[in-house]
């Protein structure tokens, strides 16, 4: 669905009209349904109900702020004058809206209607910026941003606070986890050399034989009697299913 813009201006000279309605070409050109009086207000038209019809049924409205168009806002007078009163109206409603969008077309001044002075405006005074603001109004109506802000990353002073460091496996784990990357050379009868896990743990002897102790006492496991070898009983390969994900 195109996006629709209403475009509010004073008539202050042919020369304005033109220029008022070659950025409203541009605007229809790159795909942006702009509601404009010189081509959607018939003769015996209703002035007052086609500004607010356009106001409210446009999810953006340029209001280009020429020396007199900020005159006649100011002291309430002719269509601009009306048509300040229903954008006020709307900006009263939700102060945080960004629909209105003031376009500066001033000679030398920078001066913005009171009921716009907040607002963040484009300025089209001078001719040889037109193409930079033409393609600024079109990428904020299109929703094109030329800077996009970064995604949230994480504060890499906290990674302790935030993110828990992958619990430290125990001793009966690492060894049934090494037994379990050994366990293809088992023998028929099930049968492991110890050296064999010892060598995939990476440890001390005194750690290694604390850890058969402990698995022993679980009934995990059971040894030759100078421990050489090692056999895995029934709750010792479940314990090793339970670590395949650890």
Known sequence: MHPKIFISYSHDSLEHKKWVLNLATRLMHAGVDT???????????????FMERGISESSRVLLVCSDRYVEKANSGYGGVGYEKMIVTSEIFQDTDSNKFIPALRQNGSIDLPT????????DFSRDEDFET???ELLREILGAPLFEKPKLGNNPFQFS???????QLGPVEQLMKSIAAVYSKAGGDG???SEWVKQNMNVSKLFFDHALDQA???????????RE??????????????????
């Open 133 to 135: 603001g033409i393609d």
């Open 115 to 122: 009921f716009l002075k907040s607002k963040l405006f484009i």
């Open 35 to 49: 509601i404009l009086d010189q081509w959607d207000l018939k003769l015996g038209g209703d002035l007052p109900a």
């Open 216 to 226: 022993e006492s679980l009934d995990y496991l059971f040894t030759s009697d100078d």
């Open 191 to 193: 049968a492991l050399r």
């Open 229 to 246: 070898i090692i056999w895995v009983v029934a709750n010792g390969r479940t314990a090793m299913i339970n670590l395949e994900d650890r």
């Open 161 to 167: 606070e935030e993110k828990p460091k992958p619990k």
